[in-house]
């Protein structure tokens, strides 16, 4: 079973930087098409970010030219480098991943196996 364990997440006032780590265990990260989601009280899950098995990356419109995500697959982990952060960044982050690549998976998180347990970022004004 694959295990996903996110980490890195805090509180920030706007303008601030985070970086998320997303460590996985029984799995090798570059096989998988793997995604950052986030969660805000009362609203859905929507994709932020994803990473394919051949490294092409996608973004939200409203997190492009912000936030970056990446992979060490030496370490074996994803990362999010969320910059000039909003408050309206304020959610639960989770990391994800699918068998399926990403080109097909996209921003659908029904489509993704895999999760952690989440990372809350509250960004402040």
């Known amino acids: 079973q694959v295990q996903l364990v996110e980490s890195g997440g805090g509180s920030v006032q706007a303008g601030g930087s985070l970086r998320l780590s997303c460590a996985v265990s029984?799995?090798?990260?570059?096989?998988?098409?793997m995604g950052w989601f986030r969660q805000a009280p009362g609203k859905e899950r929507e994709g932020v970010a994803t990473?394919?098995?051949?490294?092409?990356?996608n973004y939200a419109n409203s997190v492009k030219d912000r936030f970056t995500i990446s992979r060490d697959n030496a370490k074996n982990t994803m990362y999010l480098q969320m910059n000039s952060l909003q408050p309206e960044d304020t959610a639960m982050y989770y990391c994800?991943?699918?068998?399926?690549?990403?080109?097909?998976?996209?921003?659908?998180?029904?489509?993704?196996?895999?999760w952690g347990q989440g990372t809350q970022v509250t960004v402040s004004s």
């Open positions: 994800a991943a699918t068998s399926m690549n990403c080109y097909s998976a996209s921003f659908s998180w029904r489509t993704y196996n895999y």
């Open positions: 029984r799995a090798t990260v570059s096989n998988y098409c």
């Open positions: 990473i394919n098995s051949d490294g092409i990356t």
